[in-house]
């Protein structure tokens, strides 16, 4: 009986270090370096934007009908589950193209990491309405 218990809390014991120290480790993970995304009000006159950081003067937190994403404040990027992404997926895909940079920069202010899927798919969706600006502005020139 005395060795049984002896096993039980042994067993409690590892896995309160192992999950201890996995936190500590996506602890370190999510101390990353900021996303860079170019953001649609950029002006185009200079080589590297001002505004291509998510980090700007302005901290202020824009919620884009997505409180429901607090949950995952501090979460690694990729530890999402399927059902997961699909909550971001359905959020990013339901904005418009040109919110999707201030979406990403609330995020960050709000100490969420999206998934890599969905961070990706949302960086494509500023860099083409990026281009199709710098087109506008190119055939206003002409």
């Not at 896995?15 to 900021?34: H, M, Y």
């Not at 607090?70 to 909550?87: A, F, M, T």
């Not at 949302?122 to 087109?135: D, N, P, Q, S």
């Amino acid at each position: 009986m005395i060795v049984i218990t002896l096993i039980i809390v042994v067993g409690v014991l590892a896995t309160f270090v192992f999950s201890w120290l996995w936190s500590k480790k996506n602890d370190a993970k999510t101390q990353e370096e900021p996303v860079i995304v170019p953001d649609v009000d950029c002006c185009g006159a200079h080589e590297v934007c001002d505004k291509e950081t998510l980090l700007s003067d302005n901290d202020e937190i824009v919620y884009y009908q997505d409180e429901e994403l607090d949950v995952y404040r501090l979460k690694h990027p990729g530890s999402y589950l399927p059902y997961e992404i699909e909550q971001f997926r359905e959020i990013l895909y339901t904005m418009r193209d040109d919110e999707v940079a201030g979406w990403l920069r609330s995020l960050q202010l709000r100490g969420i990491n999206p998934p890599h899927i969905v961070r990706e798919e949302a960086l494509m969706i500023v860099a083409e309405v990026r281009e199709t600006i710098r087109g506008q502005k190119q055939k206003e020139v002409f």
